[in-house]
């Protein structure tokens, strides 16, 4: 990877029976966590624009986001179209970011959130992630100017039906019921940086 940054790779073969964090879990396990700024987690059905990070990373310190995920192109694959591209927007504050197929911890979020849930499937994860960056007063958000494709849909090789139980009980164990109207909203949209200024869109 061509990159300004110090990067150490952590690759995880996926383990027969075991859910994606599981194995992230165990791949994190193996390192100290505090010697790095950022732990950013992606599947490897995934297409980066050239000098991903060198991009990616300084936005979401501009907007002191501590989970964050790149927006995705208009032909790729997403669970929501919420995070497509914004257009006129290098990235927002949000209420919510996805769980894959990249998204960035950033340490201070890594201190509560490691070590993750470990579900089989995954799904809801991410809201329950939101949800605690949210108690600790943290940003979470979406980069629009590093839009990334993914390859592959959600679900294509397991059972949905399974996912949705999974997801739906791991909820109810935490107590939380997302509402999707409050979820899927951005509440800050930087419009333009320059000259040590950031203009922003703030919605109430």
Not at 33 to 48: E, F, I, S
Not at 84 to 101: A, C, F, L, M
Not at 147 to 171: C, M, N, Q, W
């Amino acid at each position: 990877m061509n990159t300004r940054h110090t990067v150490d790779f952590a690759p995880v073969r996926m383990a027969r029976g075991r859910g994606k964090f599981s194995n992230i879990n165990t791949a994190l396990s193996k390192v100290n966590l505090p010697d790095y700024d950022w732990v950013v987690v992606t599947d490897d059905d995934v297409n980066l624009p050239p000098r991903f990070l060198d991009m990616f990373i300084p936005l979401c310190e501009i907007m002191d986001l501590k989970i964050s995920q790149p927006a995705h192109r208009y032909h790729s694959y997403t669970s929501f179209t919420f995070n497509y591209r914004k257009w006129n927007s290098i990235g927002r504050v949000t209420r919510y970011v996805e769980d894959g197929p990249v998204t960035a911890f950033h340490r201070d979020a890594m201190a509560y959130l490691f070590p993750f849930p470990e579900l089989r499937w995954a799904w809801a994860t991410d809201i329950a992630f939101c949800d605690e960056a949210r108690r600790n007063h943290h940003n979470v958000g979406i980069v629009d100017y590093t839009a990334i494709e993914h390859l592959k849909p959600a679900g294509h090789d397991y059972s949905v039906r399974e996912a949705t139980a999974e997801a739906r009980a791991f909820l109810s164990r935490r107590s939380l019921q997302p509402d999707r109207q409050d979820l899927f909203r951005d509440t800050e949209i930087l419009r333009h940086i320059g000259n040590g200024c950031l203009t922003y869109d703030v919605m109430m």
